[in-house]
């Protein structure tokens, strides 16, 4: 039997739209994580930058860490997931508000790649021939914040190699296209 506040942040958690399974990591599994995410290999690389997971080490520092899987229908993330950078300087972002995505339509020195990722020409010819970083952020869980006894709640979105190897870890279908992974660390309120 778990904690009742433990059980409050996983109820919490099963309650919100969007969520379609969620699943404490044991230690093992938390380190398999951490390895996948911040070991560099060919498969890192996007277009010619590089790919970091800066939320990873946040995330995994908490004293839980919890597997979601979710569904599109699971509401967008409280800021940009991923930044592209050259070294400090910020080129493109990841923008999921309507009015945002309109302004930058309109704007001369966007670039709107897809649905949401939107590139700063200015910065972006500033940044030839330096390498690129595509970052993966960490981000707050507003879900979590109204459970009793839950602080310091962080969440970050795992790359695709991590999000095949922790759903089949966990006995998940990891080729289940209509579901994404995320993770969301937190720790007991003293």
Not at 41 to 50: A, E, H, T
Not at 84 to 98: K, L, P, Q
Not at 170 to 190: H, K, M
Request: some cysteine; proline content about 5%; aromatic content about 4%.
């Amino acid at each position: 039997m778990q904690d009742p506040w433990l059980e409050a942040a996983l109820l919490k958690l099963r309650q919100t739209t969007g969520i379609a399974k969620c699943k404490i990591l044991t230690d093992k599994e938390r380190e398999l994580a951490r390895r996948l995410e911040t070991s560099g290999s060919v498969q890192d690389q996007l277009l010619g930058m590089r790919m970091t997971n800066e939320g990873i080490t946040d995330v995994l520092s908490r004293t839980h860490v919890v597997l979601i899987a979710h569904t599109k229908d699971l509401r967008h993330p409280p800021g940009p997931i991923v930044v592209i950078r050259d070294n400090g300087n910020i080129i493109g972002e990841e923008v999921w508000e309507t009015d945002q995505l309109s302004k930058f339509s309109a704007d001369p020195n966007a670039i709107l790649l897809g649905k949401s990722l939107v590139l700063f020409r200015d910065v972006l010819a500033n940044a030839r021939g330096k390498i690129l970083t595509l970052t993966y952020r960490a981000l707050p869980f507003p879900e979590l914040d109204e459970v009793d006894l839950i602080s310091s709640v962080v969440s970050v979105t795992i790359g695709p190699l991590t999000h095949i190897r922790l759903s089949q870890t966990v006995g998940w279908d990891s080729n289940n296209p209509d579901l994404g992974t995320v993770l969301v660390g937190f720790n007991r309120r003293v």
